[in-house]
């Protein structure tokens, strides 16, 4: 009789241990909000090298803790979604490309029991863009009606209206649909803040197909190694011109 009440005090133990982890980790998120909080709810970005350029020497756009610049001139930003922040970005002016998306983060009902299952759904937009001519002193903002709740947000990103508006409250340019871009190979300098990224539609001419040549095998040639295209970029465009079977023996490679 006495090794059932061993196996049952043991039981115990182990429920009183998950409990207590359980606490622990909602803890120390509220501690976290908690910090984050504390260090404000702003952060001001500077985007090109350089000296620190005065407010009347740059431009700045001012994107809610929703909205996430992912892109300027081609250049990749630093992900803040999960700080929750909003941010402004110091940019030198010019005409620039903006490249971003609206990204929510809601929490789900827990379905199980698995302490590393996870227990949030982002709801976000594809890549939208706008090319701005910026000008120095003024700030943009990204103007849109923010989804109360989690339904609302899935509507929204169906089609996504979302605007760059400047200190009057006018809208400039309203978000169309990502194009990649082909860029210089740093970011913009404050001694030459006139200067713009170089920026172009990547649009490779393909070449005629051959007898027992692929559309890829011409993309590849079309896409010569010093056109300043990232890797990256030229994968999405041979991935495009692929056709199913390319796709299907490439998958077949990537994964064996």
């Not at 350029?53 to 990749?76: F, H, R, T, Y």
């Not at 010093?226 to 998958?251: M, N, P, T």
Request: glycine share 4%; hydrophobic share 40%; charged share 20%.
């Amino acid at each position: 009789m006495k090794a059932p009440k061993a196996s049952y005090e043991i039981k115990v133990k182990e429920d009183d241990m998950k409990v207590i982890w359980s606490w622990l980790r909602s803890s120390l998120v509220v501690a976290l909000a908690i910090a984050i909080s504390a260090c404000g709810t702003t952060r001001a970005i500077k985007t090109y090298d350089g000296q620190t350029l005065g407010d009347g020497q740059v431009a700045k756009v001012m994107a809610p803790a929703e909205i996430e610049l992912l892109e300027i001139d081609g250049v990749s930003q630093k992900n803040f979604l999960l700080e929750n922040i909003d941010l402004t970005y110091d940019i030198l002016p010019g005409q620039r490309t903006l490249v971003y998306r609206y990204a929510s983060i809601w929490a789900k009902p827990r379905q199980s029991d698995d302490g590393n299952a996870e227990h949030v759904d982002t709801v976000a937009t594809d890549r939208l863009q706008v090319t701005v001519d910026m000008k120095p002193g003024q700030v943009y903002t990204f103007s849109y009606d923010k989804p109360d709740n989690k339904r609302e947000a899935a509507v929204f990103v169906r089609n996504p209206k979302i605007a760059l508006v400047d200190s009057a409250n006018r809208t400039i340019a309203v978000g169309g649909a990502y194009q990649p871009v082909v860029v210089a190979a740093t970011q913009p300098s404050a001694t030459q803040p006139s200067a713009t990224a170089t920026a172009a539609t990547v649009s490779p001419s393909v070449a005629a197909v051959q007898p027992g040549q692929s559309a890829v095998q011409n993309n590849v040639s079309a896409l010569p190694s010093d056109a300043g295209i990232s890797r990256i970029e030229a994968l999405k465009v041979l991935w495009e011109k692929a056709s199913a079977e390319e796709k299907k023996q490439f998958l077949h490679w990537a994964f064996k």
